[in-house]
């Protein structure tokens, strides 16, 4: 099992519906989670992190962790064209002291007009 | 404005030459990485320093080699290029004691012929 999953999609939702990103991840003692989003052909930007069980919000962006069930999903309100972007998620495991980011394949999202 | 820049931002190179890809941070922060990203394939990380006597291999060193010249400047290097190093490359930053959120270059684009 890869460590942190996710569908590859294309996901496809209408101009101002809800999009729903998924992550799964197996290593229960995983400690921040991060959800970065990356225009064809640029480099990946953060949207947001976080680290405690249930949701945070930025904007128009939410980030829910479910650490007992090892999600994290990323919501995205009155998705707009300008979204559509593919979204990596990151974890940062808990052991070590070198320890660092470990990603996802990301999942492309089509919003359409 | 605190950045990650890479040069050359694109490169054409032939099967066996050396070249060098260069990282610069004015962010202050004290780790950097090196990652590919192939499509399909993710982010890859290559190379990561925690801080200037500090280098470690990632999960795809082959092939490649890394300099830390100053807490600002991480090279990296092929040292005889192939063209399945054909790929998107991009550094990165993150600082020691914070979220371990990283900040990415804009990307150097590599073609080996």
């Known amino acids: 099992q890869k460590e942190v999953e996710q569908n590859s999609g294309p996901l496809s939702v209408p101009e101002g519906a809800i999009a729903s990103l998924n992550c799964t991840y197996s290593?229960?003692?995983?400690?921040?989670f991060f959800w970065y989003r990356q225009y064809s052909g640029k480099s990946p930007e953060l949207i947001m992190f976080i680290y405690s069980n249930g949701d945070k919000e930025d904007g128009r962006f939410t980030a829910q962790l479910n650490k007992a069930s090892q999600y994290v999903s990323l919501l995205i309100r009155d998705s707009q064209p300008s979204d559509s972007a593919t979204y990596l998620c990151a974890l940062l495991p808990y052991a070590g002291n070198n320890r660092k980011l470990i990603w996802g394949l990301g999942t492309s999202l089509a919003v359409n007009p | 404005d605190a950045d990650v820049t890479q040069t050359p931002r694109n490169r054409i190179t032939k099967t066996g030459k050396r070249i060098m890809l260069e990282c610069s941070q004015t962010k202050g922060h004290d780790r950097m990485y090196w990652y590919r990203q192939d499509p399909g394939l993710g982010l890859r990380l290559i190379y990561y320093?925690?801080?200037?006597?500090?280098?470690n291999k990632g999960e795809i060193s082959d092939g490649y080699s890394v300099s830390r010249q100053a807490q600002a400047k991480f090279s990296l290097s092929l040292e005889s290029a192939i063209p399945n190093q054909t790929a998107l490359y991009f550094c990165?930053?993150?600082?020691?004691?914070?979220?371990?959120?990283?900040?990415f270059g804009p990307g150097t684009r590599l073609l080996v012929l």
């Open positions: 320093s925690f801080d200037v006597k500090d280098i």
């Open positions: 290593d229960r003692g995983s400690q921040s």
């Open positions: 990165a930053t993150s600082e020691t004691g914070g979220s371990e959120t990283q900040y």
